[in-house]
């Protein structure tokens, strides 16, 4: 069994920061690309970035110089540090990562998500 477990979601005023962290555990062989997603209400989940087990990484054009994900592969663990924070990044935020198990299998895991709420 697989696990990605989210934290550090929160309420932050605009202009705000937050780091939000997912940690893997279980029955992993090797972590592949890994990627945090995000759903508001009413609208369709969105990737925000990613990053590559090679540290490549890539960002929607919405939160491209304000977010930063990177990754601590010793810990199992991606980050995504948001700063500048707009009322239009409140969404509940998901982690995603494909990891290959024990077995050798690639398979896409997610979170349980966490919510970040932006409001004065």
């Known amino acids: 069994q697989v696990q990605l477990v989210e934290s550090g979601g929160g309420l932050v005023q605009p202009g705000g920061s937050l780091r939000l962290s997912c940690a893997a555990s279980?029955?992993?062989?090797?972590?592949?690309?890994m990627a945090w997603y995000r759903q508001a209400p009413g609208k369709q989940r969105e990737l925000v970035a990613g990053?590559?087990?090679?540290?490549?990484?890539n960002y929607a054009d919405s939160v491209k110089g304000r977010f930063t994900i990177s990754r601590d592969n010793a810990k199992k663990t991606v980050y995504l540090q948001m700063t500048s924070l707009k009322p239009e990044d409140t969404a509940v935020y998901y982690c995603n990562a494909r990891i290959t198990n024990l077995q050798g299998v690639v398979l896409p895991y997610w979170g349980q998500g966490t919510q970040v709420t932006v409001s004065s």
């Open positions: 279980g029955s992993i062989f090797s972590l592949n690309t």
């Open positions: 990053i590559s087990s090679g540290g490549s990484t």
